[in-house]
Each structure stands twice: as structure tokens, then as C-alpha cells.
């Protein structure tokens, strides 16, 4: 019987797995944090997409029949390709198997919260650059625009807050600065904007601070700024996406493990982890195949 993978750059897909494992707390789990090589939100395309497959290979060479990219950047730059290249290949060879993401389960519930339709995107440079934000939500927008919907969005590339996150730096004075520096810019460029969306798997962690942000700002709590985080959203797409896809949910086991791997010193996971999970974890260190010969 097959597991689900959830792959993330490091920790932040641990927001991810906490919130699909209270929706569907079944099933069994195999992590994945590439810590090694994270963060990956400053890397070109061509690397996030190798990485990102080599990982996706891994998770289903341990028999997990479905992966979740919970992560944005990795959604971002390599979801598509492995999706439209890559899983035919894999398939073709008898198994069932697929690929998910966090961006569409993500975009799809904006148009139910904006009320203006200006929305920030709050992501990293990767994220960012790859404009997937915008093109996914132009495209619902223009399958709305019978309702009169329009959308414009402005995007903030944030690189700093992933290593504060990932350091354990993010309650702190430095943290705060950071904080208010990339939310400033992003409403300097469009002061109307009433929905903030996190793009990336680690910035819950900050949450509580770009919230209270928003609260000192006078001009942006009249508005109503509303914060969007991504793992409830993206544990409701897989209850979904289960509900109506029999094929994989008949494959899955259901004995409710999970299992933590990392690419780094387990001990350093385990350790780190604590930071994004309510209870303590025993991480496993795994080498990924072609990990040594990376450039
Ligand atoms: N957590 C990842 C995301 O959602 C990014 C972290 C990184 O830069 O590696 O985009």
C-alpha cells in the first residue's frame, strides 16, 4: 500500500503537513525536507526543477503514490514540467502516480475574499519572477468576468524571511524590521490592497506579525487587510482531489504514520522542527540520488 510524500525545501512544508494531517489524519505520511540545499527560493529555474524532480523520483521509489509540492517555489518553477514530461514517462511504466501543488488550491479561494480585488503576493524571488501568482489568477478572473471580476495584483519578493524562519530568528527585533520593510514596499506600490496572500510554506511562521502590521496601519485596518495562509486550503484541495479521484485513495494505507526525512543532520531536523510542529519528531537523513554531483 502507498503513502502520501510531502516535499518542501526545508521546514515550511511542515505548515502544510500539520494542517493535512488534522483534515485527513488517516492516512500515511513520508516527509521530505531537502534541508541541504534550501533555501530554494533564490535559485534559477533549471535547479529548482532538478532538485525538485530528484526528490519527487525519491518519494516515489519509497511508495508514495501522490507527492505534494508543499512548496511554492518548487510549485512555481517545476510542478508543470514534471507534470507535462516527466510523469508520463514514470506512468508509462504501470504505476499510478502524481504530482500536486499549493498554488492553484491557493489562488482559487482569493475572488471569495477580496473585496476590491487588489491582492499582494507575498513570496519568494523565485516565486516571484516565475509570475505564477498572476497568471493563475488572471486566469480565474477571466473565467469570472461574467460576475464583473478583476484582479490586480502586486507581487513582493521577500528573501530574507526564509532564512530568518529557517535560522529561528523570526520573533525577533530583526525579524521585525524585515517584516516591515517588505510589507512597506509592497503597499507603497498599491496602497488599496485588501488581500495579503503568504506564497510560501514558511511565512506563517510571520503571520502574527504581518497582521499586527497591518493593525498599526490605521489606513490598511479600515480596509480590512485579510492574510491568506496556504494549509488549510491545500489540506480541503486533497480532501477534494481524494473524494473524486478513487484510483489513488484505493491505493493509499491508512495505519495514520508519519515519517520526517531530511537531507541534513536528522538531529538538526528534529530539533529545528519543533518550531512548526505541536509535538516532537525523529527525523531519518537520506541522500538524494545525483545529490552529491550537484553544482
Ligand atoms: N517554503 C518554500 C516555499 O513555499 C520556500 C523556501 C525556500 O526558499 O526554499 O516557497
Not at 152 to 166: D, M, R, Y
Amino acid at each position: 500500500m502507498a503513502k502520501i510524500g510531502i516535499f518542501d525545501s526545508g521546514y515550511g512544508g511542515l505548515t502544510i503537513l500539520e494542517a493535512i494531517r488534522h483534515e485527513l489524519p488517516g492516512y500515511d505520511y513520508l516527509y521530505l525536507g531537502d534541508n541541504a540545499r534550501a533555501p530554494y527560493g533564490t535559485h534559477s529555474f533549471d535547479v529548482i526543477y532538478q532538485y525538485t524532480l530528484q526528490a519527487v523520483r525519491f518519494l516515489f521509489e519509497q511508495d508514495c503514490a501522490l507527492v505534494i509540492l508543499a512548496c511554492n517555489t518548487a510549485s512555481a518553477k517545476a510542478l508543470r514540467t514534471i507534470q507535462q514530461k516527466d510523469l508520463p514517462v514514470i506512468n508509462a511504466q504501470g504505476a499510478k502516480r502524481n504530482v500536486l501543488g499549493v498554488i492553484r488550491p491557493t489562488v482559487e479561494t482569493v475572488p471569495s475574499v477580496t473585496k476590491n480585488g487588489h491582492v499582494g503576493i507575498l513570496a519568494t524571488p523565485a516565486t516571484v519572477s516565475s509570475e505564477s501568482y498572476v497568471l493563475e489568477l488572471e486566469k480565474i478572473y477571466e473565467g469570472l468576468s461574467g460576475a464583473g471580476g478583476k484582479v490586480q495584483v502586486t507581487q513582493q519578493a521577500c528573501p530574507l524571511w526564509v532564512p530568518l524562519i529557517e535560522n529561528g530568528e523570526h520573533n525577533t527585533p530583526g525579524a521585525d524590521y524585515f517584516v516591515d520593510k517588505y510589507l512597506h514596499d509592497l503597499f507603497a506600490r498599491d496602497p488599496q490592497i485588501d488581500t495579503l496572500v503568504l506564497g510560501c510554506t514558511h511565512y506563517p511562521l510571520l503571520k502574527a506579525k504581518i497582521e499586527q502590521w497591518v493593525r498599526s496601519s490605521a489606513q490598511h485596518t479600515k480596509r480590512g487587510v485579510q492574510c491568506i495562509a496556504q494549509g488549510e486550503l491545500v489540506a480541503c484541495s486533497l480532501a477534494d482531489y481524494l473524494i473524486r479521484h478513487p484510483e489513488y485513495r484505493s491505493q493509499l494505507s491508512q495505519g495514520a504514520t508519519c515519517r520526517y526525512l531530511t537531507t541534513e543532520n536528522a538531529d538538526r531536523f528534529s530539533q529545528s522542527a519543533s518550531v512548526f510542529l505541536s509535538t516532537p519528531v525523529a527525523a531519518e537523513h537520506v541522500s538524494l540520488p545525483n545529490f552529491r554531483n550537484r553544482s
